[in-house]
């Protein structure tokens, strides 16, 4: 079945470093692939997203390729903001429309 | 973007009673709408697909007469827990999806928390 492996966190970074979650999937067909972010205390938020091998996502600095070749989508940014803090989820989407997502990872940003 | 909001954000009941959850979709009409249980620290688990006008469908080891669903309307599912009991004390998340004008996108509910004393 569908499914999606990120690395476990926390990942503790001092500001304006530069940042990489990782994202890999196992899927049948030709799933759709998200990064939503959870700031404390809050609901989901799509961060970006990209629908088909070779896209790009971006959003507020963050990006992610859908890679079909390695099955992953890498989340990046290359300068993190003590804001960013927050726990960031990779989802997968297939045709059920149905959304299965990673472990979640915990992003500490240090001032 | 699509705003979702659920009621209460948070509630807190005796164990034995029900409690109803309200997800609406404020601004784009949803005809499926998704509920999800996240425990601390761990990811989302899809509980239901919620759809307008029809039966919800559950995910495999849910309930369906613990965890009533009714999606009576293009902006409004409901999710009941009946007869709670603490250890179904969680953060419960309603997604809807909104598949107009080439978009098809779930957007979340801030999430309601249930603590059944």
């Known amino acids: 079945g569908n499914s999606v492996t990120q690395m476990e966190g926390p990942v503790t970074l001092s500001e304006e470093a530069f940042l990489t979650i990782n994202c890999t999937y196992t899927?049948?067909?030709?799933?759709?692939l998200f990064w939503y972010v959870q700031y404390p205390g809050e609901g989901l938020q799509l961060l970006l997203k990209?629908?088909?091998?070779?896209d790009k996502g971006s959003n507020k600095g963050f990006e992610a390729t859908y890679r079909k070749e390695t099955t992953s989508f890498h989340l990046e940014k290359g300068s993190v903001q003590v804001s960013d803090s927050a726990v960031y989820f990779c989802?997968?989407?297939?045709?059920?429309?149905?959304?299965?997502f990673g472990t979640g990872t915990l992003l500490a940003v240090q001032p | 973007g699509a705003v979702v909001s659920q009621h209460p954000s948070w509630v807190i009941c005796k164990s034995g009673t029900s409690v109803k959850i309200e997800c609406r979709s404020l601004?784009?009409?949803?005809?499926?709408m998704f509920w999800y249980r996240q425990f601390p620290k761990q990811s989302l688990m899809l509980m239901a697909t919620?759809?307008?006008?029809?039966?919800?469908?559950?995910e495999q080891g849910v309930e369906k007469d613990k965890f009533l669903i009714n999606h009576a309307s293009l902006t409004l599912s409901t999710l009941t827990v009946t007869s709670a009991h603490p250890e179904d004390s969680s953060f419960y998340i309603c997604?809807?999806?909104?598949?107009?004008?080439?978009?098809?996108?779930?957007?979340f509910g801030p999430g309601t928390r249930l603590t059944v004393l």
């Open positions: 997604s809807a999806r909104e598949a107009a004008g080439g978009t098809d996108t779930q957007y």
């Open positions: 919620s759809n307008e006008g029809s039966k919800a469908t559950y």
């Open positions: 601004d784009f009409q949803a005809t499926t």
């Open positions: 990209a629908t088909k091998a070779d």
């Open positions: 989802a997968l989407g297939g045709a059920t429309n149905k959304l299965i």
């Open positions: 899927a049948t067909g030709y799933p759709s």
